[in-house]
């Protein structure tokens, strides 16, 4: 076995003095020179592994999970080994760009390995079956053999406890398998994260913030604290609404809701519960869904209707081989990675987007989502390749979201999706809409990587994995499973991002941050009205703005990147309650007489 610090057999150490061990002093010059070089080979490798990846995702079968397991592997090997190299310049004093590289290449594997022999080849082989086993994933209902899109719907649209019970138990019997996989690959990655320097992997994902980890964390109990008021009170709107709806046997008025009820399979978005709290009286009189399928929009035709939105603001359009290569749809003779993600396969313009797009309001905001990381892509493709990336990833999360935000009524009648505004009494309704997907969203979106983070750090252990999950979604989410679970069950690899190893505080930070993007785009587009009907359609000034702050990437520290665009340098949560404000007031005196919480 190599030693790291021997240089091994990178390229990079016959650029180096000596090769020797790391016994020589190292200066600032030697650290630009290796930098350089490890940019050079992370460049290379990484248009390898996406190709890699983009052919397995979009067409999983026995030799593309061989071929995705070899090249991971690679990958991890070689980030590792680049990880391990720059301890040969700690207590340098490097300019700050270099600083930030080095730290950037020690702290950003998602799942490192630690260097000894096969251990990079044990943990790609198990995140490559982890990924696979939930992208096939099924469960026979009806005599058919559902897969999650088939499942999801059932969630979405039926009304019958039984039946809801059943999708939603049933799509939890593809994960009990992953357990044993998911603890091993743990065990590897903290072995990783403890040879670069990390006391474990929570520490080290929590490194990328530009501040110590654990004052990250507090960040996001901070930002918590300040919406938990909002989730509390539509939590309790919405608690009463399937009372009256399913009866006290299946929803009581106290406690926590049953999970399955709540018209997402993770009862993460509620935006299909719609039409049962909407605000009486308060109808925006459309339903975007309706509209779409009405104005014959097809999958190809609402990602359209995304890049024109871009185009407005003053972007070019998509290059050709975004319209060849992307994955739009679902092949029918073939098994894939549904869930949406956004590629960029060269890191400069070959990017793409992989959807399993329907036509309804969800994959509309969905398609606004992906583009807004393709858009970023693009925006920073200038930048150095360690710079390539999003200020923090919550930033690149919410930049497609926060366009989105500008999808008003107004909008939609500007490109011809419906024909009549609605009255300023709609705006509750419209806010409801958006409360179902954006608030009921929050506590998820802290709750997936607690739980991670106890994993991580050894509090939760396998035995506890389970019960873990459900105690943080009760005391978070204020949910409940619809029955007993199984002793086997582990439910958290039900949820694409713990098999796919995605970090998941990124979109809690990107739901609170759209809406610190929006306001700051609507007042400088000059915008007096409430917050929910600005839209930043056709508006080139902000757009201009809004192109800076991306092309940025990673350059500096992200609240630099923040400042430029809205002025502040924290993440705030105000923006967010400002816009909820109106309804709010509402949901309050729905609630007044109802005894709250859980
Ligand atoms: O995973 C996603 C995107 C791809 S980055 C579709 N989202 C999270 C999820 O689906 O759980 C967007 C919202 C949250
Ligand atoms: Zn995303």
């Given at each position: 076995m190599k030693g790291f610090l021997a240089c091994g057999v990178s390229a990079i150490c016959m650029l180096l003095a000596g090769c020797d061990d790391g016994a020589k002093a190292k200066s600032a010059a030697d650290a630009a020179i290796f930098l350089e070089a490890a940019e050079q080979e992370l460049a290379e490798?990484?248009?390898?592994?996406?190709?890699?990846?983009?052919?397995?995702?979009?067409?999983?079968?026995?030799?593309?999970?061989?071929?995705?397991?070899?090249?991971?592997?690679?990958?991890?090997?070689?980030?590792?080994?680049l990880a391990n190299e720059t301890k040969a310049f700690e207590g340098l004093d490097l300019p700050?760009?270099?600083?930030?590289?080095?730290?950037?290449?020690?702290?950003?594997?998602?799942?490192?390995?630690?260097?000894?022999?096969?251990?990079?080849?044990?943990?790609?082989?198990i995140t490559t079956r982890l990924s696979s086993t939930y992208s096939t994933g099924k469960y026979e209902m009806k005599g058919k053999a559902l897969n999650l899109d088939e499942?999801?719907?059932?969630?979405?649209?039926?009304?019958?406890?039984?039946?809801?019970?059943?999708?939603?138990?049933?799509?939890?019997t593809v994960s009990p398998s992953m357990a044993g996989d998911y603890a091993r690959m743990v065990e590897i990655a903290n072995e990783g994260a403890r040879e670069l320097g990390f006391s474990n992997l929570a520490d080290m994902w929590l490194s990328n913030y530009d501040m110590a980890p654990e004052a990250m964390q507090e960040e996001a109990d901070r930002l918590w604290g300040q919406v938990e008021p909002l989730y509390r009170e539509l939590h309790c709107h919405v608690r009463a609404q399937l009372h009256d709806q399913y009866g006290d046997a299946v929803q009581s008025t106290s406690g926590p809701i049953r999970a399955d009820l709540l018209g997402n399979m993770w009862a993460q978005q509620w935006s299909t519960l719609y039409p049962l709290v909407a605000p009486r009286a308060a109808d925006p009189?459309?339903?975007?869904?309706?509209?779409?399928?009405?104005?014959?929009?097809?999958?190809?035709?609402?990602?359209?209707?995304?890049?024109?939105?871009?185009?407005s603001l003053g972007f070019d359009p998509l290059p050709a081989t975004f319209w060849e290569r992307s994955m739009i749809t679902r092949p029918k003779d073939r098994e894939v990675v549904c869930h949406a993600s956004a590629w960029d396969l060269d890191n400069v313009d070959d990017i793409r987007i992989k959807m399993c797009t329907e036509v309804n309001a969800e994959d509309f905001q969905t398609v606004h989502h992906e583009l807004g990381h393709n858009y970023y892509q693009r925006a920073y493709n200038k930048q150095d390749i360690l710079f390539r990336t999003g200020a923090h990833d919550g930033f690149h999360?919410?930049?497609g979201d926060f366009v989105a935000l500008s999808i008003t009524p107004e909008y939609l009648k500007q490109i011809g999706l419906i024909d009549t505004l609605p009255s300023p009494e709609a705006d509750l309704g419209l806010l409801m809409d958006r409360a179902l997907e954006k608030i009921a969203f929050l506590p998820f979106g802290l709750m997936v990587d607690k739980w991670r983070w106890g994993v991580f750090r050894g509090e939760t252990t396998p035995e506890t994995y389970n019960a873990a999950w459900w105690e943080l979604a009760k005391r978070y989410?204020?949910?409940?499973?619809?029955?007993?679970?199984?002793e086997n069950a582990f439910d958290p690899g039900a949820k694409y991002h713990i098999p796919g190893n995605t970090p998941y505080l990124r979109y809690f930070l990107s739901f609170v941050m759209q809406f610190q993007f929006h306001k700051a785009a609507c007042e400088q587009a000059g915008w007096t009205?409430?917050?929910?009907?600005?839209?930043?359609?056709?508006?080139?000034?902000?757009g201009e703005k809004f192109n800076a702050m991306m092309t940025a990437g990673a350059s500096q520290p992200w609240p630099d990147t923040l400042q430029l665009f809205t002025g502040g340098r924290e993440m705030d949560a105000s923006a967010m309650v400002e816009y909820f404000d109106p309804l709010m007031g509402w949901l309050k005196d729905q609630?007044?007489?109802?005894?709250?919480?859980?």
């Open positions: 490798h990484s248009e390898f592994a996406a190709r890699t990846e983009w052919a397995q995702q979009t067409n999983i079968s026995y030799d593309t999970d061989w071929l995705l397991s070899r090249a991971s592997a690679i990958g991890t090997e070689l980030v590792v080994r700050p760009e270099q600083a930030r590289k080095m730290a950037f290449l020690r702290s950003g594997i998602v799942m490192p390995a630690p260097s000894r022999e096969g251990a990079a080849a044990e943990l790609a082989e499942l999801s719907t059932i969630i979405e649209q039926s009304r019958d406890p039984n039946e809801l019970k059943e999708a939603w138990e049933g799509w939890r009189g459309y339903d975007l869904t309706e509209a779409l399928k009405q104005k014959k929009y097809d999958p190809v035709r609402m990602v359209k209707a995304g890049e024109a939105f871009f185009s999360e919410a930049i989410q204020g949910i409940a499973p619809p029955g007993p679970r199984p009205g409430p917050l929910h009907r600005c839209s930043i359609y056709g508006n080139k000034a902000v609630n007044k007489d109802r005894a709250c919480g859980w």
